[in-house]
T-cell receptor, first 118, second 116 residues
Framework: GAVVSQHPSRVICKSGTSVKIECRSLDFQATTMFWYRQFPKQSLMLMATSNEGSKATYEQGVEKDKFLINHASLTLSTLTVTSAHPEDSSFYIC??????????????FGPGTRLTVL | AQTVTQSQPEMSVQEAETVTLSCTYDTSESNYYLFWYKQPPSRQMILVIRQEAYKQQNATENRFSVNFQKAAKSFSLKISDSQLGDTAMYFCAFMLNTGTASKLTFGTGTRLQVTL
């Protein structure tokens, strides 16, 4: 299967600071990146979708100015949580996808980043 | 919009026994995929099994099999010969087959505990 890395795996920050999460697809080129958020004991909820070189599309209720997504290359995407608050504490998971994954049903996931905002 | 429902928040099964996890979904589309994912304590999402909607034959992967009832929009997962390592959260998920990368819609999950 595909290898996906996320960094950092855990981060603790103070309220008001910004945190950047990196997602790398190590052995394939991800034309599309999905970012999910998972609150404790809950399911994964899609936050946004980005295509390489294009602006991200955000799901309803997700603030685009707060969650900045950059997908500048086919192997790297970043999610920046700006001016983080305790309610942003969550588990963030990236899912890089191949352009035609919709045909094959292939989905890959990063190991996730646990963000704690104090 | 698609929705996925898992009505069993928690399940327990004894080692070596069989357990079935339920999932129903709602869509007006006809071409899609259904998945079961496992999320162990490490929280890494692991694909358990995948079903293409246009295939009538139920998918199987070793001890894991599904009962896919397209008309009823039901997609249950059967785990045979349960092992302690099967203890995890299990998510049912839906994905449209659009020909390009598509998002997953997840159910709320079922926490499975395998006991001795």
């Amino acid at each position: 299967g595909a290898v996906v890395s996320q960094h950092p795996s855990r981060v603790i920050c103070k309220s008001g600071t910004s945190v950047k999460i990196e997602c790398r697809s190590l052995d394939f080129q991800a034309t599309t990146m999905f970012w999910y958020r998972q609150f404790p004991k809950q399911s994964l909820m899609l936050m946004a979708t980005s295509n390489e070189g294009s602006k991200a599309t955000y799901e309803q209720g997700v603030e685009k100015d707060k969650f900045l997504i950059n997908h500048a290359s086919l192997t790297l995407s970043t999610l920046t949580v700006t001016s983080a608050h305790p309610e942003d504490s969550s588990f963030y998971i990236c899912s890089p996808s191949l352009r035609f994954s919709g045909r094959s049903g292939e989905q890959f996931f990063g190991p996730g980043t646990r963000l704690t905002v104090l | 919009a698609q929705t996925v429902t898992q009505s069993q928040p928690e399940m327990s099964v004894q080692e070596a026994e069989t357990v079935t996890l339920s999932c129903t979904y709602d869509t007006s589309e006809s071409n899609y995929y259904l998945f079961w994912y496992k999320q162990p304590p490490s929280r890494q999402m692991i694909l358990v099994i995948r079903q293409e909607a246009y295939k009538q034959q139920n998918a199987t992967e070793n001890r894991f099999s599904v009962n896919f009832q397209k008309a009823a929009k039901s997609f249950s997962l059967k785990i045979s010969d349960s092992q302690l390592g099967d203890t995890a959260m299990y998510f049912c998920a839906f994905m449209l087959n659009t020909g390009t990368a598509s998002k997953l819609t997840f159910g709320t999950g079922t926490r499975l505990q395998v006991t001795l």
